[in-house]
């Protein structure tokens, strides 16, 4: 397999003057849950769509576990749980799950022993036999989720998974994502929920206005840790010795300072210099910036809530 799982360049989509998506360009490595973040109406949804082969770009080209975008090849190893799950709901969860492994070749006992795996891991098995039309939201979401990884896919869209999933729903969940991240497979994210994704993914890209405006590692971000010093004197001549340190954010403001600065090792440094330099330290409070605030930086302030 090529070493990028996905690698889209350049993908464009409009729907009448709608412009939907702009100049889509990203790479997803294996084994990696790869987090998409963005305001409503920024194209996430329709990017997937792209990757998936089921709306066509009109610009732009992709490849998908190493095929072209569309690729039957490459589909056949693709698992996908849209954002509104729109099932039979006359279907009990294992005819739901059922029916997607037979379209996928599966057949016999090893489709039935798969099932049980699956409704199992999902925490459905007793209910496996029940009509979807008497599940909550968060059961659908379950049941959703085992009808995507039924064929053991190599690569997995999720679109909003843990919507409607109470704490010990989506607690479930990620412990899957891990399962899957362990056992080499793909996961493409999409979610509003910054705390899951914070948690859970390995790398995000910021979407803004249909196109990719920035890429995040999460745990080694630089300049994402920041320190808020209370100290005295905080003059001038303090201040510019701090920025040797890292990127003063904001005004000091009675006597503090918050210093933002590329990784926490440096802080014992900074500690040792005020002191020489005479200053009295009360306090030094380190926090890494949360994946929230990234979303706030990334997207400006002219962007309204959605």
Known sequence: MSERVIDARGLRKTFGETLAVDDLSLQV???????????????????????????????????????????????????????????????????????????????????????????????????????LHGYSKGMLQRAGLAQALVHDPLLVFLDEPTSGLDPLGRLLVRDILNELRSNGVTVFLNSHLL????????????????????????????????????????DRRVLDGLARFGTLAGRPEEGRVRLRVTDDAVLPDVSHWLVT??????????????????????????????
């Not at 090893?110 to 699956?118: A, S």
């Not at 995000?204 to 590692?217: D, I």
Request: net charge positive.
């Open 29 to 131: 490595g294996p084994g990696e849950i790869f987090g998409f973040l963005g305001p409503n109406g920024a194209g996430k949804t329709t990017s997937i769509k792209m990757l998936l082969s089921l709306v066509t770009p009109d610009e732009g080209k992709g490849e998908v576990l190493g095929q072209p975008i569309g690729s039957r090849a490459a589909r056949a190893r693709v698992g996908f749980l849209p954002e509104h799950c729109r099932f039979h709901d006359s279907l009990t969860a294992r005819e739901l799950v059922r029916f997607h492994g037979r379209l996928h070749g599966m057949r016999g006992q090893r489709l039935e022993t798969r099932i049980d795996q699956l409704l199992s891991r999902v925490d459905l098995l007793d209910a496996a036999d029940r009509p």
């Open 195 to 234: 705390g899951e994704v914070e948690t859970t993914c390995d790398r995000v890209a910021f979407v803004k206005q249909g196109r990719v405006v920035h890429h995040l590692t999460l745990g080694a971000a630089p300049s994402s840790f920041e320190v808020d010093i209370r100290a005295v004197p905080l």
């Open 277 to 306: 330099q005479g200053v009295r330290l009360y306090e030094m409070r380190g926090r890494r910036k949360s994946l929230e605030e990234w979303f706030v930086d990334v997207m400006g302030e002219d962007q309204r809530p959605g």
